[in-house]
């Protein structure tokens, strides 16, 4: 798999601990997880609980490989902001994508399949998938 | 005709009305939301002034552009995002023209409102600045006083109404009987319309 190919994942959270957390999580459990460029946007600049469009911008930036890139969000204006960069047009490396999916869980999912080299459909489609996974 | 010092006036009232208002403001996000509304918004128009002073830009449509921007990027909350959609969409409406009508505004903000309820899927009714907006928007063929008026009532309407957008919505029945937090913002911010027609706000 060449470094050139990979789907980036950028995970939005109004936590920098909870991105930073997750992260470390969705690379953990997957195999082939250092190949797949992982970055978070959390919380606001200078720290404290919201959402800043300027870590979102950089933190796609640096895992845009040309192969797409899978956004998974928290909730509120997370998900807000991302919509409103991706409908600006020139705000997002082309081919971001916001996937709709359970933070954790499609963080996981879109990591695992990341790393084996899938594209971001893909990868879109396992994140979305962990919504179906019921736990009780 | 509106003129680009029309549409820094009414930046220019905005951004007093939210600094005045932002204790107030926060109080109404207290019962019903994270307690930051008037914190944000004041974060948001301040770097709005800041940039239209380091940049200013000469058409009105760029002035509203470069406004929802730095709305974007500096609230940190949904306010941001949504405020910003709303004043981008309006500004990109108007185009570059150099002065513009009043009809012309309340078609472009009529677009910069279908905006913010595509964004955030919020209609009238669900207790969002929606509900100010929309009446503000409808009554604005009727001049800036008439919209302002709308957009108060629209505000103080919200009152008794369930949230079912945003934070709020997670409170259901409780979210009654407070006034939201963005329908009141959302009527400062129609407010700086007459107050920029008056000369003020610059």
Redesign the interface.
Known sequence: MSDEKVVGIVLVSHSAEVAASVAELAKGLAGGAPAVPVATAGGVEGGGLGTSAELICAAAASVDRGAGIAVLTDLGSAVLTVKTLIAEGDELPDGTRLVDAPFVEGAVAAVVTAAAGADLDAVEAAATEAYGYRKV | MLDADFFRRWMAAATASVNREAERLTALDSPIG?A?HGS?LQRGFTAVATALEKEAPETPGAILVLAGRQL??TV???????Y??LL?RTGKALGDAPEVSEAQLAEALRAGVDGVMA??GAAPGDKTMIDALVPAVDALGDGFAAARAAAEEGAVATTPLQARK??ASYLGARSIGHQDPGATSSALLIAGLEEAAAGAGG
Request: without cysteine; charged residues 20%; hydrophobic residues 20%.
């Open positions: 994270d930051d944000n974007i990027s940190g909350g949904a306010s941001g995002p949504l910003g959609t981008r964004l955030g945003g934070r």
